[in-house]
């Protein structure tokens, strides 16, 4: 009974920057962590950035020092700013969220994903 559903993906320059959103929505008591995936042409799933329900963050290597997560429980968001854009960073961005429910659950829910191109 959970939604995930990411927001803000586009075409962008070399250098630029975009803000992804994911909202959640349904069956939702908490929020234990969040977390952005992203996946290119011919290439494995990757974890980007992920955060926990207590603030700490984890970030690819590749994205270190241009990429930000953030979450906000009770508005159920996250958000990844993304700086400095790269032609590499360009994939099909997924939110996922491991999420209990009131009836004390707990699954990891993906997003459809939203493209994110980065070329000149």
């Known amino acids: 009974q959970v939604q995930l559903v990411e927001s803000g993906g586009g075409l962008v320059q070399p250098g630029g920057s975009l803000r992804l959103s994911c909202a959640a929505s349904?069956?939702?008591?908490?929020?234990?962590?969040m977390g952005w995936y992203r996946q290119a042409p011919g290439k494995e799933r990757e974890l980007v950035a992920a955060?926990?329900?207590?603030?700490?963050?984890n970030y690819a290597d590749s994205v270190k020092g241009r990429f930000t997560i953030s979450s906000d429980n009770a508005k159920k968001t996250g958000d990844l700013q993304m700086n400095s854009l790269k032609p590499e960073d360009t994939a099909v961005y997924y939110c996922?969220?491991?999420?209990?429910?009131?009836?004390?659950?707990?699954?990891?829910?993906w997003g459809q994903g939203t493209q994110v191109t980065v070329s000149s």
């Open positions: 349904g069956n939702i008591f908490s929020i234990n962590a």
């Open positions: 996922n969220a491991d999420i209990m429910s009131w009836g004390g659950y707990v699954y990891r829910y």
């Open positions: 955060i926990t329900s207590g603030g700490s963050t």
